[in-house]
Protein backbone atom coordinates (compact mmCIF):
# COMPACT_ATOMS: atom_id res chain seq x y z
CA UNK A 1 0.00 0.00 0.00
CA UNK A 2 0.97 3.40 -0.77
CA UNK A 3 0.57 6.18 1.57
CA UNK A 4 -0.45 9.14 -0.65
CA UNK A 5 2.19 12.44 -0.85
CA UNK A 6 1.67 14.38 2.51
CA UNK A 7 0.71 18.63 1.12
CA UNK A 8 3.68 20.90 1.91
CA UNK A 9 1.76 22.65 4.60
CA UNK A 10 1.57 19.39 6.76
CA UNK A 11 5.29 18.96 6.54
CA UNK A 12 6.11 22.39 7.43
CA UNK A 13 3.35 21.74 10.48
CA UNK A 14 4.98 18.45 11.38
CA UNK A 15 8.60 19.69 11.56
CA UNK A 16 7.15 23.14 13.47
CA UNK A 17 5.15 21.25 15.97
CA UNK A 18 8.28 18.33 16.86
CA UNK A 19 11.08 20.96 16.65
CA UNK A 20 9.00 23.07 19.26
CA UNK A 21 8.04 20.08 21.52
CA UNK A 22 11.58 19.09 21.59
CA UNK A 23 12.63 22.21 22.93
CA UNK A 24 10.40 22.58 25.20
CA UNK A 25 11.39 19.14 26.40
CA UNK A 26 15.15 19.72 26.33
CA UNK A 27 14.76 22.56 28.92
CA UNK A 28 12.41 19.83 31.05
CA UNK A 29 8.68 21.90 30.75
CA UNK A 30 5.90 19.19 31.10
CA UNK A 31 2.37 19.24 31.71
CA UNK A 32 2.58 16.36 34.70
CA UNK A 33 4.77 15.33 37.22
CA UNK A 34 4.26 11.76 39.30
CA UNK A 35 3.49 9.95 36.23
CA UNK A 36 3.44 6.13 35.78
CA UNK A 37 5.87 5.92 33.40
CA UNK A 38 8.53 8.19 34.68
CA UNK A 39 11.76 7.81 31.88
CA UNK A 40 11.37 11.12 30.47
CA UNK A 41 12.37 10.03 26.82
CA UNK A 42 9.22 8.52 27.18
CA UNK A 43 7.40 11.90 26.73
CA UNK A 44 9.10 12.01 23.24
CA UNK A 45 7.23 8.80 21.98
CA UNK A 46 3.80 10.19 21.89
CA UNK A 47 5.23 13.38 20.27
CA UNK A 48 6.93 11.92 17.66
CA UNK A 49 3.95 10.00 16.78
CA UNK A 50 1.96 12.69 16.85
CA UNK A 51 4.03 14.68 14.45
CA UNK A 52 4.38 12.16 12.29
CA UNK A 53 0.24 12.27 12.12
CA UNK A 54 0.33 15.64 11.05
CA UNK A 55 1.65 15.08 8.09
CA UNK A 56 -1.64 12.93 7.28
CA UNK A 57 -3.80 15.73 8.40
CA UNK A 58 -4.95 16.21 4.68
CA UNK A 59 -4.53 13.36 2.93
CA UNK A 60 -5.47 10.47 5.54
CA UNK A 61 -7.57 12.68 8.11
CA UNK A 62 -9.72 9.45 9.78
CA UNK A 63 -6.88 7.68 10.47
CA UNK A 64 -4.56 11.03 11.91
CA UNK A 65 -7.02 11.08 14.28
CA UNK A 66 -7.75 7.45 15.09
CA UNK A 67 -3.85 7.09 15.62
CA UNK A 68 -3.63 10.90 17.55
CA UNK A 69 -5.81 9.77 19.80
CA UNK A 70 -3.94 6.87 21.02
CA UNK A 71 -0.92 8.89 21.38
CA UNK A 72 -2.58 11.54 23.04
CA UNK A 73 -3.57 8.82 25.74
CA UNK A 74 -0.09 7.46 25.93
CA UNK A 75 1.33 10.91 27.08
CA UNK A 76 -0.88 10.89 29.83
CA UNK A 77 0.75 8.20 31.21
CA UNK A 78 4.13 10.38 31.16
CA UNK A 79 5.04 13.29 32.00
CA UNK A 80 3.10 15.22 28.88
CA UNK A 81 3.83 17.74 26.77
CA UNK A 82 1.51 20.55 25.64
CA UNK A 83 2.68 20.69 22.09
CA UNK A 84 1.55 16.70 21.73
CA UNK A 85 -1.69 18.52 22.97
CA UNK A 86 -2.03 21.23 20.93
CA UNK A 87 -1.15 18.88 17.41
CA UNK A 88 -4.30 16.70 18.68
CA UNK A 89 -6.49 19.75 18.68
CA UNK A 90 -5.54 20.71 14.89
CA UNK A 91 -6.02 17.06 13.83
CA UNK A 92 -9.45 16.78 15.20
CA UNK A 93 -9.68 20.26 13.21
CA UNK A 94 -7.77 18.63 10.44
CA UNK A 95 -10.48 15.51 9.94
CA UNK A 96 -13.57 17.77 10.23
CA UNK A 97 -12.21 20.08 7.64
CA UNK A 98 -10.77 17.36 5.07
CA UNK A 99 -12.35 14.29 6.38
CA UNK A 100 -15.58 12.60 4.91
CA UNK A 101 -18.99 14.13 5.03
CA UNK A 102 -20.09 11.51 7.39
CA UNK A 103 -17.27 11.62 9.62
CA UNK A 104 -17.48 15.35 9.63
CA UNK A 105 -20.91 15.46 11.23
CA UNK A 106 -20.11 12.31 13.44
CA UNK A 107 -16.78 13.81 14.77
CA UNK A 108 -18.56 17.13 16.65
CA UNK A 109 -21.49 14.89 18.45
CA UNK A 110 -18.48 12.12 19.39
CA UNK A 111 -16.47 14.91 21.20
CA UNK A 112 -19.16 16.53 23.02
CA UNK A 113 -20.56 13.50 24.24
CA UNK A 114 -16.63 12.81 25.20
CA UNK A 115 -16.86 15.92 27.27
CA UNK A 116 -20.12 15.45 29.43
CA UNK A 117 -18.52 11.85 30.08
CA UNK A 118 -15.32 12.95 30.97
CA UNK A 119 -16.73 15.75 33.37
CA UNK A 120 -19.13 13.60 35.05
CA UNK A 121 -17.03 10.55 35.63
CA UNK A 122 -14.43 12.73 37.63
CA UNK A 123 -16.67 14.59 38.91
CA UNK A 124 -18.58 11.35 40.48
CA UNK A 125 -14.94 9.91 41.35
CA UNK A 126 -13.30 12.82 42.35
CA UNK A 127 -16.30 14.80 44.33
CA UNK A 128 -14.67 18.37 43.95
CA UNK A 129 -14.42 21.01 41.64
CA UNK A 130 -11.04 19.98 39.88
CA UNK A 131 -13.42 17.66 37.49
CA UNK A 132 -15.03 20.64 35.95
CA UNK A 133 -11.70 22.21 35.23
CA UNK A 134 -10.54 18.71 33.77
CA UNK A 135 -13.88 18.44 31.82
CA UNK A 136 -13.02 22.22 30.21
CA UNK A 137 -9.49 20.88 29.32
CA UNK A 138 -10.94 18.44 27.81
CA UNK A 139 -14.21 20.46 25.33
CA UNK A 140 -10.76 22.27 24.34
CA UNK A 141 -8.82 19.82 23.19
CA UNK A 142 -11.45 17.98 21.45
CA UNK A 143 -15.11 19.57 21.22
CA UNK A 144 -14.18 22.98 20.23
CA UNK A 145 -11.42 21.97 17.76
CA UNK A 146 -14.51 19.97 16.24
CA UNK A 147 -17.25 22.47 16.35
CA UNK A 148 -15.08 25.03 14.76
CA UNK A 149 -13.98 22.77 11.96
CA UNK A 150 -17.80 22.30 11.34
CA UNK A 151 -18.09 25.98 11.19
CA UNK A 152 -15.71 26.55 8.61
CA UNK A 153 -16.40 23.12 6.22
CA UNK A 154 -19.90 24.97 6.20
CA UNK A 155 -18.98 28.43 5.09
CA UNK A 156 -16.18 26.66 2.37
CA UNK A 157 -19.44 24.52 1.26
CA UNK A 158 -21.52 27.83 1.08
CA UNK A 159 -18.91 29.48 -0.70
CA UNK A 160 -18.62 26.22 -3.54
CA UNK A 161 -22.03 26.33 -4.00
CA UNK A 162 -22.08 29.90 -4.27
CA UNK A 163 -19.32 29.73 -6.97
CA UNK A 164 -21.46 26.72 -8.23
CA UNK A 165 -23.90 29.10 -8.76
CA UNK A 166 -22.59 32.18 -10.18
CA UNK A 167 -20.64 29.69 -12.88
CA UNK A 168 -24.17 28.06 -13.90
CA UNK A 169 -25.64 31.41 -14.17
CA UNK A 170 -22.76 32.84 -16.48
CA UNK A 171 -23.30 29.60 -18.25
CA UNK A 172 -27.02 30.18 -19.19
CA UNK A 173 -26.57 33.45 -20.03
CA UNK A 174 -23.88 32.60 -22.23
CA UNK A 175 -26.39 29.68 -23.85
CA UNK A 176 -29.01 32.36 -23.51
CA UNK A 177 -26.69 35.34 -25.47
CA UNK A 178 -25.83 31.88 -28.19
CA UNK A 179 -29.38 31.18 -28.85
CA UNK A 180 -30.11 35.10 -29.42
CA UNK A 181 -27.31 35.65 -31.56
CA UNK A 182 -28.54 32.59 -33.44
CA UNK A 183 -32.31 33.86 -33.80
CA UNK A 184 -31.13 37.23 -34.44
CA UNK A 185 -29.23 35.88 -37.64
CA UNK A 186 -31.97 33.67 -38.50
CA UNK A 187 -34.56 36.86 -38.47
CA UNK A 188 -31.52 38.79 -40.25
CA UNK A 189 -31.87 35.56 -43.16
CA UNK A 190 -35.39 35.47 -43.50
CA UNK A 191 -35.79 39.54 -43.80
CA UNK A 192 -33.01 39.95 -46.65
CA UNK A 193 -34.38 36.55 -48.61
CA UNK A 194 -37.55 38.06 -48.31
CA UNK A 195 -36.71 41.35 -49.51
CA UNK A 196 -34.52 40.82 -51.93
CA UNK A 197 -35.31 37.12 -53.36
CA UNK A 198 -38.57 38.35 -55.61
CA UNK A 199 -36.53 41.59 -57.07
CA UNK A 200 -33.53 39.06 -58.48
CA UNK A 201 -35.85 36.12 -59.73
CA UNK A 202 -37.92 38.92 -61.76
CA UNK A 203 -33.87 40.34 -62.59
CA UNK A 204 -32.82 36.42 -63.53
CA UNK A 205 -36.12 35.54 -65.82
CA UNK A 206 -35.87 38.87 -67.43
CA UNK A 207 -32.19 38.49 -68.15
CA UNK A 208 -32.34 35.16 -69.63
CA UNK A 209 -35.44 35.93 -72.13
CA UNK A 210 -33.93 39.32 -73.14
CA UNK A 211 -30.73 37.20 -73.62
CA UNK A 212 -32.65 34.33 -75.34
CA UNK A 213 -35.44 36.16 -77.71
CA UNK A 214 -34.48 38.34 -80.56
CA UNK A 215 -36.83 41.30 -80.20
CA UNK A 216 -35.94 44.75 -79.82
CA UNK A 217 -39.23 45.31 -78.30
CA UNK A 218 -39.16 42.27 -75.92
CA UNK A 219 -35.79 42.84 -75.05
CA UNK A 220 -36.23 46.63 -74.07
CA UNK A 221 -39.35 45.64 -72.22
CA UNK A 222 -37.08 42.82 -70.37
CA UNK A 223 -34.32 45.69 -69.34
CA UNK A 224 -37.20 48.35 -67.97
CA UNK A 225 -38.13 45.63 -65.36
CA UNK A 226 -34.70 44.46 -64.54
CA UNK A 227 -33.98 48.31 -64.31
CA UNK A 228 -37.13 48.28 -61.70
CA UNK A 229 -36.63 45.64 -59.55
CA UNK A 230 -32.75 46.69 -59.40
CA UNK A 231 -33.03 49.65 -58.17
CA UNK A 232 -36.07 48.29 -55.75
CA UNK A 233 -33.62 45.58 -54.51
CA UNK A 234 -30.93 47.85 -54.28
CA UNK A 235 -33.45 50.62 -52.00
CA UNK A 236 -34.24 47.60 -49.97
CA UNK A 237 -30.77 46.00 -49.58
CA UNK A 238 -29.65 49.51 -48.52
CA UNK A 239 -32.16 49.65 -46.42
CA UNK A 240 -31.39 46.95 -44.38
CA UNK A 241 -27.66 47.60 -44.23
CA UNK A 242 -28.34 50.78 -42.74
CA UNK A 243 -30.51 49.45 -39.55
CA UNK A 244 -27.40 46.73 -38.94
CA UNK A 245 -25.31 49.47 -39.01
CA UNK A 246 -27.35 52.51 -36.96
CA UNK A 247 -25.47 52.25 -33.55
CA UNK A 248 -27.15 55.47 -32.17
CA UNK A 249 -29.46 53.63 -29.83
CA UNK A 250 -32.45 55.23 -31.11
CA UNK A 251 -35.67 53.76 -30.23
CA UNK A 252 -37.93 54.54 -33.09
CA UNK A 253 -38.78 51.58 -35.40
CA UNK A 254 -38.29 51.36 -38.81
CA UNK A 255 -41.30 51.16 -40.73
CA UNK A 256 -42.18 47.74 -41.83
CA UNK A 257 -43.91 46.13 -44.76
CA UNK A 258 -48.30 46.40 -43.87
CA UNK A 259 -51.06 44.47 -45.64
CA UNK A 260 -52.04 47.94 -47.25
CA UNK A 261 -48.81 47.02 -49.79
CA UNK A 262 -49.88 43.77 -50.85
CA UNK A 263 -52.16 46.10 -53.84
CA UNK A 264 -48.58 47.26 -55.26
CA UNK A 265 -46.95 44.19 -54.53
CA UNK A 266 -49.70 41.85 -56.53
CA UNK A 267 -49.36 44.80 -59.74
CA UNK A 268 -45.68 44.38 -59.55
CA UNK A 269 -45.96 40.39 -59.74
CA UNK A 270 -47.82 40.64 -62.47
CA UNK A 271 -45.72 43.20 -64.26
CA UNK A 272 -42.52 40.69 -63.75
CA UNK A 273 -45.01 37.90 -64.49
CA UNK A 274 -46.52 39.03 -67.48
CA UNK A 275 -44.13 37.24 -70.07
CA UNK A 276 -44.30 33.93 -68.42
CA UNK A 277 -48.16 34.18 -69.05
CA UNK A 278 -48.91 34.68 -65.36
CA UNK A 279 -51.89 36.71 -63.95
CA UNK A 280 -52.34 37.65 -60.77
CA UNK A 281 -55.77 37.92 -58.58
CA UNK A 282 -55.68 40.15 -55.02
CA UNK A 283 -59.05 38.53 -53.06
CA UNK A 284 -59.61 40.09 -49.47
CA UNK A 285 -62.60 39.36 -47.54
CA UNK A 286 -61.22 41.31 -44.43
CA UNK A 287 -63.41 44.07 -46.06
CA UNK A 288 -65.20 46.24 -43.88
CA UNK A 289 -62.77 44.53 -40.69
CA UNK A 290 -61.82 47.54 -38.55
CA UNK A 291 -60.35 45.27 -36.33
CA UNK A 292 -56.18 46.35 -35.97
CA UNK A 293 -54.03 43.52 -36.60
CA UNK A 294 -50.48 43.62 -34.82
CA UNK A 295 -47.44 44.88 -36.66
CA UNK A 296 -45.84 41.12 -36.29
CA UNK A 297 -49.00 39.30 -37.81
CA UNK A 298 -48.85 41.95 -40.92
CA UNK A 299 -45.21 41.85 -41.63
CA UNK A 300 -45.17 37.54 -41.40
CA UNK A 301 -48.47 38.02 -43.49
CA UNK A 302 -46.84 40.36 -46.07
CA UNK A 303 -43.44 38.33 -46.34
CA UNK A 304 -45.47 34.84 -47.06
CA UNK A 305 -47.32 36.57 -49.29
CA UNK A 306 -44.37 38.06 -51.19
CA UNK A 307 -42.52 34.72 -51.18
CA UNK A 308 -45.36 32.98 -52.53
CA UNK A 309 -45.40 35.47 -55.52
CA UNK A 310 -41.42 34.59 -56.07
CA UNK A 311 -41.72 31.21 -55.90
CA UNK A 312 -44.74 31.37 -58.30
CA UNK A 313 -42.74 33.74 -60.71
CA UNK A 314 -39.69 30.64 -60.59
CA UNK A 315 -42.33 27.77 -60.78
CA UNK A 316 -45.73 28.31 -61.88
CA UNK A 317 -47.31 27.29 -64.67
CA UNK A 318 -48.50 29.84 -67.45
CA UNK A 319 -52.52 30.48 -65.44
CA UNK A 320 -53.93 32.37 -62.63
CA UNK A 321 -51.93 32.83 -59.11
CA UNK A 322 -54.41 33.75 -56.81
CA UNK A 323 -53.80 35.51 -52.87
CA UNK A 324 -56.26 35.51 -50.17
CA UNK A 325 -56.91 36.89 -47.17
CA UNK A 326 -59.88 36.38 -44.61
CA UNK A 327 -60.50 35.77 -41.00
CA UNK A 328 -60.99 32.71 -38.42
CA UNK A 329 -64.10 32.97 -36.21
CA UNK A 330 -61.62 33.18 -33.52
CA UNK A 331 -60.17 36.13 -35.14
CA UNK A 332 -57.43 34.48 -36.77
CA UNK A 333 -55.75 35.89 -39.92
CA UNK A 334 -55.54 33.11 -42.70
CA UNK A 335 -53.34 33.61 -45.57
CA UNK A 336 -53.35 31.75 -48.74
CA UNK A 337 -51.93 31.74 -52.16
CA UNK A 338 -52.50 29.25 -54.85
CA UNK A 339 -51.04 28.99 -58.53
CA UNK A 340 -50.92 26.75 -61.14
CA UNK A 341 -48.61 23.30 -61.11
CA UNK A 342 -46.60 22.02 -63.68
CA UNK A 343 -43.81 22.65 -66.20
CA UNK A 344 -43.18 26.72 -67.17
CA UNK A 345 -42.03 27.62 -70.60
CA UNK A 346 -39.37 30.21 -71.36
CA UNK A 347 -36.52 31.10 -68.40
CA UNK A 348 -36.43 29.73 -64.81
CA UNK A 349 -35.07 30.48 -61.83
CA UNK A 350 -33.26 28.31 -59.21
CA UNK A 351 -34.56 28.06 -56.35
CA UNK A 352 -33.18 27.02 -52.59
CA UNK A 353 -36.22 26.00 -50.71
CA UNK A 354 -34.89 28.39 -47.93
CA UNK A 355 -38.36 30.06 -48.59
CA UNK A 356 -40.48 27.90 -47.61
CA UNK A 357 -38.25 27.48 -44.55
CA UNK A 358 -38.47 31.05 -43.84
CA UNK A 359 -42.43 31.12 -44.05
CA UNK A 360 -42.76 28.23 -41.69
CA UNK A 361 -40.01 29.61 -38.99
CA UNK A 362 -42.58 33.36 -39.25
CA UNK A 363 -45.71 30.88 -38.59
CA UNK A 364 -44.13 29.28 -36.07
CA UNK A 365 -42.90 32.36 -34.46
CA UNK A 366 -46.43 33.65 -34.06
CA UNK A 367 -47.74 30.09 -33.04
CA UNK A 368 -49.89 29.70 -35.92
CA UNK A 369 -50.25 27.07 -38.32
CA UNK A 370 -48.65 26.47 -41.45
CA UNK A 371 -49.04 24.14 -44.93
CA UNK A 372 -47.71 24.05 -48.81
CA UNK A 373 -47.69 21.39 -51.50
CA UNK A 374 -49.61 20.24 -54.12
CA UNK A 375 -53.66 19.82 -54.23
CA UNK A 376 -55.96 18.73 -56.51
CA UNK A 377 -58.63 22.04 -57.66
CA UNK A 378 -62.14 21.14 -58.30
CA UNK A 379 -61.47 21.04 -61.99
CA UNK A 380 -59.14 18.53 -61.56
CA UNK A 381 -56.13 20.68 -62.55
CA UNK A 382 -52.94 20.31 -60.19
CA UNK A 383 -52.15 23.64 -57.88
CA UNK A 384 -49.48 24.69 -55.91
CA UNK A 385 -51.12 25.81 -52.24
CA UNK A 386 -49.54 27.54 -49.28
CA UNK A 387 -51.82 28.22 -46.30
CA UNK A 388 -51.41 30.13 -43.03
CA UNK A 389 -53.11 31.00 -39.68
CA UNK A 390 -51.77 33.67 -37.98
CA UNK A 391 -53.77 33.57 -34.44
CA UNK A 392 -54.64 37.50 -33.49
CA UNK A 393 -57.48 37.60 -31.17
CA UNK A 394 -61.38 37.08 -30.94
CA UNK A 395 -63.76 37.61 -34.05
CA UNK A 396 -67.37 36.22 -34.99
CA UNK A 397 -66.73 36.37 -38.58
CA UNK A 398 -66.86 32.96 -41.37
CA UNK A 399 -63.49 31.75 -42.32
CA UNK A 400 -63.09 32.81 -45.80
CA UNK A 401 -64.78 29.65 -48.63
CA UNK A 402 -60.56 28.58 -49.23
CA UNK A 403 -59.88 27.37 -46.25
CA UNK A 404 -61.33 24.39 -45.24
Known amino acids: ??????????????????????????????????????????????LVVMASMATLRRTMP??????????????????????????FTDLVYSAVVYGKPAAARRIPYTTGLITIGVTIGFLVWWQNAIALLVG??????????????????????????????????????????????????????????????NHLS??????????????????????????????????????????????????????????????????????????????????????????????????????IVQESLTNALKHAAPGQVRVELGRCPDGGLTVGVTSVLGGQPGPRAPGSGAGLVGMRERVALLDGEFESGPVTADDGRKEWRVRAVLPVGTSDKEPPAWYG
Do not use: C, K
Request: proline share 4%; hydrophobic share 50%; no cysteine.
Open 136 to 197: LITGMVSFLPAVTGAVVRNHRQAADAARLRAEQTALLAEMDRSQAVVAERARMARELHDMVA
Open 62 to 87: QTALGVGTLALVADQFTYGSLVTALM
Open 1 to 46: MTLPRPHRDDLLIAAGGLAIGLLMWSFGLHTQTDRLITARWATLIP
Open 202 to 303: AIAIHSTAALSLDDPATTRQALTVIRENSVEGLAEMRRLIGLLRDSSGDAEPAAAPTLDGLDALVSQAATNGESSGLTFVLDDSRSGDAAALPAPVELAAYR
